[in-house]
């Protein structure tokens, strides 16, 4: 049986930094209303998307900063888009090809996904959320590991690019990180776009 990488102590500090990170992001949602445009406009400008074919994103849900513009304005660039779907709870997550809203059924946690007739696909652009990302790259999600889980099997069969998609305000000071912990290559907000 392996053994977890968290500890209690850990374990408690990450759940009360996430309570306060849930707090500070909807904070920003409420007043920076404009930032999916914002946050398009610095990820055209700043993100090397035309590398690659296939493209991951998230539906966003809550507070979370939504990505769909730019899922949507890559997609009409000829982008093949997909979004995550839960496989296991152990496992990475999958990413079935995404035509738009039409088809959409609900998922794990109840988040739209694309059905289970969509191909599978492997993107080298993923577009990450998250709660806390600090100036090193590290991020801090919502606790269940299905992204660093993800990116880290992505990375085994080839190089991907993992950019989050974030409020300002989101970024904080280091985060202490866990060895099962994945960095992002960059994080782009309203303000800008930052590479690691």
Same mark, same amino acid.
């Given at each position: 049986?392996?053994?977890?990488?968290?500890?209690?102590? +850990?374990? %408690?500090?990450?759940?009360?930094?996430?309570?306060?990170?849930?707090?500070?992001?909807?904070?920003?949602?409420a007043v920076?209303?404009?930032?999916?445009?914002?946050?398009?406009?610095?990820?055209?400008?700043?993100?090397?998307?035309?590398?690659?074919?296939?493209?991951?994103?998230?539906?966003?849900?809550?507070?979370?900063?939504?990505?769909?513009?730019?899922?949507? %304005?890559?997609?009409?660039?000829?982008?093949?888009?997909?979004?995550?779907?839960?496989?296991?709870?152990?496992?990475?997550?999958?990413?079935?090809?995404?035509?738009?809203?039409?088809?959409?059924?609900?998922?794990?946690? +109840?988040i739209p %996904?694309?059905?289970?007739?969509?191909?599978?696909?492997?993107?080298? &652009?993923?577009?990450?959320?998250?709660?806390?990302?600090?100036?090193?790259?590290?991020?801090?999600?919502?606790?269940?590991?299905?992204?660093?889980?993800?990116?880290?099997?992505?990375?085994?069969?080839? %190089?991907?690019?993992?950019?989050?998609?974030?409020?300002?305000?989101?970024?904080?000071?280091? &985060?202490?990180?866990?060895p099962t912990?994945?960095?992002?290559?960059?994080?782009?907000?309203?303000?800008?776009?930052?590479?690691?």
């Open positions: 049986m392996a053994v977890s990488p968290h500890s209690i102590a +850990d374990m %408690t500090d990450r759940q009360a930094l996430r309570r306060e990170a849930h707090q500070r992001r909807a904070d920003a949602a920076a209303r404009d930032a999916p445009a914002r946050v398009l406009e610095h990820f055209v400008n700043a993100v090397p998307y035309a590398d690659h074919a296939v493209v991951a994103g998230y539906w966003p849900v809550g507070t979370e900063c939504d990505d769909l513009p730019i899922l949507r %304005t890559l997609q009409s660039m000829g982008k093949e888009i997909c979004l995550p779907c839960v496989a296991a709870d152990e496992a990475p997550l999958v990413f079935r090809v995404w035509e738009g809203r039409d088809g959409m059924k609900p998922g794990r946690f +109840d %996904t694309p059905p289970e007739s969509a191909a599978e696909v492997q993107p080298t &652009l993923v577009v990450v959320p998250l709660l806390l990302f600090d100036g090193t790259g590290h991020r801090l999600g919502s606790g269940k590991g299905f992204y660093d889980r993800t990116l880290a099997a992505l990375r085994q069969v080839s %190089t991907i690019v993992a950019v989050g998609v974030a409020y300002a305000a989101q970024r904080t000071a280091k &985060l202490a990180t866990l912990d994945q960095r992002l290559d960059g994080v782009v907000t309203e303000e800008g776009a930052e590479w690691f």
